[in-house]
């Protein structure tokens, strides 16, 4: 259980990484939108950790 969640999260976490990349990849990428994938991002990552 606990490593479908795991799998879950990391999965989660690659997928908010390719869509900041894909922000930053814009010609006008939006700011907000940014911050707030990375902040996800960042709690996602967190959630990780504490997993392992």
């Known amino acids: 259980m606990a490593n479908a969640h795991l799998d879950s999260l990391s999965a989660r976490h690659a997928a908010l990484d390719a869509s900041v ?24 990552k967190e959630q990780i950790s504490r997993l392992n």
Request: a positive charge; zero cysteines.
């Open 21 to 44: 990349a894909a922000e930053l990849q814009r010609p006008l990428p939006d700011s907000t939108r940014i911050a707030r994938l990375k902040r996800e991002k960042l709690k996602v």
